[in-house]
């Protein structure tokens, strides 16, 4: 059982949601351990085709527990850095889920929630959601959670707002591309995850996680030969797997695919 989220399968979605929403989703150490757990535990299960994060209350996620920071502080530097790695190992094991994850966003997003965010294949928030990277302000840095905001907003909007820590709007984050959707309320914020929920789950789960794989593999590489080489090897090998085969077969037969229903 866990104490800072909740899990629960409905179909074939899985939703993680952090609850604790009288802290604002402040992340310390018995919630990252509880993410990471909760995150496997739908990867695993085999019910579960595509997994929601979402969370309780006023906020998506108020960044860092600022008591956990502080108590981080006081650590020896060999357990400062057991801290640190779990985070980051919570932040690769969002990243790298072989199905596919939408963060429902409907409140402030501060830290290491625009981590969570980053993190998370598809992003959907309400208007009023906002967002912040403020650890300078705190005297420490988004390092942790760089990588996933880097490729989500890229160097120059990370130079702006993890330089500055200001506050930016749900507009400014979908401009920028941290979301992909905004939407007026959270009644809406269902309808818009609901709808792209269809779209996933219609589509093969293997081609979904390979995707996901190659989207990794490829991003940030030169296009050279070993780039050029190693997509055309990704598609042989998919084509002649029992889904792109079954995929093909459906289309060709005007029938539904075998992974629907
Ligand atoms: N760590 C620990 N506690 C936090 C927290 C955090 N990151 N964010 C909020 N809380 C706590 C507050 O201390 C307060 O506790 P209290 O009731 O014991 O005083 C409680 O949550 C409610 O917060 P409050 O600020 O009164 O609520 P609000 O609705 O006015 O504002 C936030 C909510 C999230 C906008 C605001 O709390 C905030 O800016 N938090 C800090 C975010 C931050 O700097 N995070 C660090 C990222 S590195």
Redesign the pocket.
Known sequence: MYQSILTEVDDSIGILTLNKA???N?IDELLISEITGGLLELEADTRVRAIVLSSTG??FC??????WIKRAANHTSQENLRDARSLALLMTTLNELSKPTIARVQG?A???GVGLIAACDIAVGTYDAQFAL??V??G?LPAVISPYVLAAIGERYCRRYMLSAERFSAAEAYRIGLLHEIVPGEEQLDEAIAEIMDSLLKNGPNAQAECKALIRAVSGQPIDESTVEETAQRITRIRSSPEGKEGLAAILEKRKPNWIG
């Open positions: 009288e802290r604002h402040a006023k906020s108020a960044g860092a527990d600022l008591n402030p501060y830290g290491g403020t650890e302000k705190l420490i």
